[in-house]
T-cell receptor, first 112, second 118 residues
Framework: RKEVEQDPGPFNVPEGATVAFNCTYSNSASQSFFWYRQDCRKEPKLLMSVYSSGNEDGRFTAQLNRASQYISLLIRDSKLSDSATYLC?????????????FGTGTRLQVFP | ETGVTQTPRHLVMGMTNKKSLKCEQHLGHNAMYWYKQSAKKPLELMFV???????ENNSVPSRFSPECPNSSHLFLHLHTLQPEDSALYLCASSQDWGGVNSGANVLTFGAGSRLTVL
């Protein structure tokens, strides 16, 4: 089983649609979680951290389900500019170490 | 200059060449990283330096040699590479590595150095 697993997509959605991605992780002791966004031929950039209580930033909502070991990202009212690859990142470090494991990413294409 | 800058942006080299990738961060961060990104694969962590000390070396072949002369600069020295080493090499930095403050390990990436080995 991969440490961090994502559906590679692509998810093709029309503008205005709501789309959700899931990401599963193998290590139940993982402590912190993130979503990064990577545009074509660009570097990854932090989209949002994922907190235990869930968090929202405008049209984006991230959730953590520890029991089932997955995190999710919900995008409401999709814009053309949301087209990108969304990378799930899980910190599997123990103690005072960090071990950030990336998923392969989920590609989103928003069309007019 | 702000953020994380990498040079060169593109590099083509033969298998017998020696070259270096350079990374500089202007964020006052204490940790710097080298990642490799190949098509259809997740980012692979290669090396981590925290306070100029190497803290992680992920079974990377010796033909890749990192150097961290100070907390703002990171190099990746390349020699006798193979064609399968062709990839995007991303440098990143974070405030800290392994600290109790989980927000301190958020990564800021450079634009990457795209390497082609002939």
């Amino acid at each position: 089983r991969k440490e961090v697993e994502q559906d590679p997509g692509p998810f093709n959605v029309p503008e205005g649609a709501t789309v959700a991605f899931n990401c599963t992780y193998s290590n139940s002791a993982s402590q912190s979680f993130f979503w990064y966004r990577q545009d074509c031929r660009k570097e990854p950039k932090l989209l949002m951290s994922v907190y235990s209580s869930g968090n929202e930033d405008g049209r984006f909502t991230a959730q953590l389900n520890r029991a089932s070991q997955y995190i999710s990202l919900l995008i409401r009212d999709s814009k053309l500019s949301d087209s990108a690859t969304y990378l799930c990142v899980v910190n599997m470090g123990a103690g005072n170490t960090d071990k950030l494991i990336f998923g392969t990413g989920t590609r989103l294409q928003v069309f007019p | 200059e702000t953020g994380v800058t990498q040079t060169p942006r593109h590099l083509v080299m033969g298998m017998t060449n020696k070259k270096s990738l350079k990374c500089e961060q202007h964020l006052g961060h204490n940790a710097m990283y080298w990642y490799k990104q190949s098509a259809k694969k997740p980012l692979e962590l290669m090396f981590v330096y925290s306070l100029e000390e190497r803290v992680e070396n992920n079974s990377v072949p010796s033909r890749f040699s990192p150097e961290c002369p100070n907390s703002s600069h990171l190099f990746l020295h390349l020699h006798t590479l193979q064609p399968e080493d062709s990839a995007l090499y991303l440098c990143a930095s974070s405030q800290d590595w392994g600290g109790v403050n989980s927000g301190a390990n958020v990564l800021t990436f450079g634009a990457g150095s795209r390497l082609t080995v002939l």
